[in-house]
């Protein structure tokens, strides 16, 4: 997969770059990561990009013309098109189904803006997928574009190594991780469930299951309920599908 950033700050994405996963990745050649900094296609002597919002008000607008001048050299150069995407609060909230969704792309271009926002005409020229990452304000879309690049990369085949099988993801999706444990047997008087010293595999992963629910349940009832809908949707599907 090639990842296109395209930003003020291409020097902020230089650390997350270089570690864990994300390295490898890039190690590996599953992934190439471009960045581009927007100010490179500022046009007037002062390199400006946003400007005073028409209308009044505080804060300061992203411009069109260095946004669409740097999308359309990036989208120039190398494989395919590419998924445009725009970092945003208005943007559809972000899951492990969009990173899942994602990962099946061959090139990500991602937007990130500062400021109070974008000229409503780069949305309107570009319709890219305006993606948020939670409901509260950042200074910069540079930090949600990390957060779509880790969890897109570890979805990425190979880029985990074989450690970890696809089988044990899809045992808990959607749910809460259970509880783990590691050495020592016991910890300032805290010990671990019995149930995973057993060395009994069918009752470990019961009981995993069961603290996965109930964490679930107690925690985060909304994904239960999300759950609960998905499987009615999967039903109808198959319904639909044998009418068809
Ligand atoms: C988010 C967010 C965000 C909005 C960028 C104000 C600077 C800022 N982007 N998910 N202008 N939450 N962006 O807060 O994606």
Known sequence: MRIDVLTLFPEAFENILEVSIVRRARQKGLLEVVLSNIRDFALNNYNSVDDKPYGGGPGMVMMCQPILDCLEQVEADGPGKGRRIMLSP????????????????????????????????IRIALQPLEISIGDYVLSGGEIPAMVIIDAVTRLLPGALGDER???????TAGLLEYPQYTRPEVFRDLGVPE??????????????????????????????????????????????????
Do not use: C, M
Request: proline share 2%; aromatic share 6%; no cysteine.
């Open 195 to 244: 149930v995973l010293l057993s060395g009994h595999h069918a009752k470990i992963e019961e009981w995993r299951s069961q603290q996965a629910r109930q964490r679930t349940r107690q925690r985060r009832p909304d994904l239960l309920a999300e759950l609960a809908n998905e499987t009615e949707e999967q039903k109808s599907d198959i319904q639909n599908n044998r009418k068809s």
């Open 90 to 121: 208005q943007g559809q909230p972000f899951s492990q189904n969009l990173a899942r969704e994602l990962a099946q792309e061959e090139r990500l271009i991602l937007i990130a803006g500062r400021y109070e926002g974008f000229d409503e005409r």
């Open 165 to 171: 099988s696809t089988e044990q993801e899809s045992f």
